[in-house]
């Protein structure tokens, strides 16, 4: 009896389910990976229960936040729900150049907007 056939379908179907699995793995983002902590492969970060997007009153002070570790959408969506989560806050977070320009309507100290992002697993490199 010849085996030769069933051992090829063997293989190749071993190969199939690998790249199958290695697909699934890798979720939304292709350039992280999944290991910049944005949560878009069930990551580690904790979600804050504000929606993004809300109105603040007048604009009391600006922040410049000069980020890094932001590798996709969902890195930014992340960045710019935890800051808003802080009462008082409305934020822009773009991906080039990472960076979060954030307006308050009351003043709030730069250590708990870089907290709010740290809690994400992203780094603050400066606040200007």
Same mark, same amino acid.
């Given at each position: 009896m010849n085996f030769a056939p069933y051992l090829i379908g063997a293989v190749f179907l071993a190969f199939f389910v690998l790249a199958v699995r290695r697909i699934i793995?890798?979720?939304?983002?292709? /350039?992280?990976?999944? *290991?910049?902590? +944005?949560? +878009?492969?069930? *990551?580690? @970060?904790?979600?804050?229960?504000?929606? !993004? *997007?809300?109105?603040?009153?007048? $604009? $009391? !002070? /600006?922040? $410049?936040?000069?980020?890094?570790?932001?590798?996709? !959408?969902? +890195? $930014? @969506?992340?960045?710019k729900t935890a800051l808003e989560a802080i009462p008082g806050v409305s934020a822009e977070v773009t991906l080039d150049p990472q960076r979060a320009v954030v307006r308050m309507d009351r003043a709030i100290p730069d250590e708990t907007l870089q907290k709010a992002v740290e809690e994400q697993g992203f780094r603050v490199l400066s606040v200007s």
């Open positions: 793995k890798r979720g939304p983002c292709d /350039q992280c990976h999944g *290991g910049c902590g +944005c949560g +878009c492969h069930g *990551g580690t @970060s904790k979600s804050p229960k504000q929606p !993004a *997007g809300k109105a603040i009153g007048s $604009v $009391v !002070a /600006q922040r $410049v936040l000069a980020l890094d570790g932001l590798h996709c !959408a969902n +890195c $930014v @969506s992340c960045v």
